[in-house]
């Protein structure tokens, strides 16, 4: 069983950063793929950014240039940095990951932590 912790939100106003985290623990575990999602009231789940286990990220086109995605594998922790922040950006945003190897994997997905974002 691994567990996700996002934090980081809070209410900013457009142009402000948040640098949001996500903390995974458990036991016996390697997170495989990994990213941050969001949602928006009245909207679907969609992709911001990813970041596969050699390193490579995708991001959404929304946010690229924006928001930058890492992660830390000694520390289990996945962070996305988020700059210049629009009203549209307002979300919940929520920290997924993989754990396994392809055909044996469990996917997780943390409580998520609000991003609001005024004009």
């Known amino acids: 069983q691994v567990q996700l912790v996002e934090s980081g939100g809070g209410l900013v106003q457009a142009g402000d950063s948040l640098r949001l985290s996500c903390a995974a623990s458990?036991?016996?575990?390697?997170?495989?793929?990994t990213g941050w999602y969001r949602q928006a009231p009245g909207k679907g789940r969609d992709l911001v950014a990813t970041?596969?286990?050699?390193?490579?990220?995708n991001y959404a086109d929304s946010v690229k240039g924006r928001f930058t995605i890492s992660r830390d594998n000694t520390k289990n922790t996945v962070t996305l940095q988020t700059n210049n922040l629009k009203p549209e950006d307002a979300a919940v945003y929520y920290c997924?990951?993989?754990?396994?190897?392809?055909?044996?994997?469990?996917?997780?997905w943390g409580q998520g932590t609000q991003v609001t974002v005024s004009s």
């Open positions: 458990g036991r016996n575990f390697n997170i495989n793929f």
């Open positions: 997924y990951c993989t754990v396994g190897v392809p055909g044996r994997l469990s996917s997780y």
């Open positions: 970041i596969n286990s050699d390193g490579t990220t």
